[in-house]
């Protein structure tokens, strides 16, 4: 079955500090991934995404993802945190060639609280 | 969140009454989706739509009906089937690719008294 996994449900780093939130997924062949953010009470907004090419995706915010084919992993990455970037995120999986094509499927999501 | 919105931001619901939830897109995608989200959990699917006058169950439908009669709109109704609807409701859109991005509301918060 197909399914994402966000294993810490929350991530502390001080500002200034690199940042790491980890994802993994379970799907076959050649999947799309994703990285959203939200702050509270508020919507979901797109970060970045993986769809082929350079492992290595840059998004906004200064943030970027490494795509790892072999560790089926898609980390979220930034070298300097800041206290603005303490949100909850989200990562998510399409397999365009599977059953549910049209699905995004989400992690269960990790808060990043970054401290001054 | 610019170019989805939703109405209203809090809506407060009686037990045994159905309420609607509004979505308006101005982006012209094709594609529409909303999703619940509960504490500590992900998003789940509700219902999707690909195309106007068409619309697919995702995971979690029972107690959920939709309609996409409008290209930009695709309202969400809540019934009274609906064992447990306090929530968070969010709507999405997207082109049609499979490469495209889905893009989110602001989201509706709905609470049932």
Known sequence: AQSVAQPEDQVNVAEGNPLTVKCTYSVSGNPYLFWYVQYPNRGLQFLLKYITGDNLVKGSYGFEAEFNKSQTSFHLKKPSALVSDSALYFCAVRDPWGDSSYKLIFGSGTRLLVRP | ?113
Not at chain 2, 32 to 52: A, E, K, T
Not at chain 2, 66 to 91: D, G, H, M
């Open chain 2, 1 to 113: 969140d610019g170019g989805i919105t939703q109405s209203p931001k809090y809506l407060f619901r009686k037990e045994g009454q159905n309420v609607t939830l509004s979505c308006e897109q101005n982006l012209n995608h094709d594609a529409m989706y909303w999703y619940r989200q509960d504490p500590g959990q992900g998003l789940r699917l509700i219902y999707y739509s690909q195309i106007v006058n068409d619309f697919q169950k995702g995971d979690i439908a029972e107690g959920y009906s939709v309609s996409r009669e409008k290209k930009e709109s695709f309202p969400l109704t809540v019934t009274s089937a609906q064992k447990n609807p306090t929530a968070f409701y969010l709507c999405a859109s997207s082109g049609s690719g499979f490469t495209d991005t889905q893009y989110f509301g602001p989201g509706t918060r709905l609470t049932v008294l």
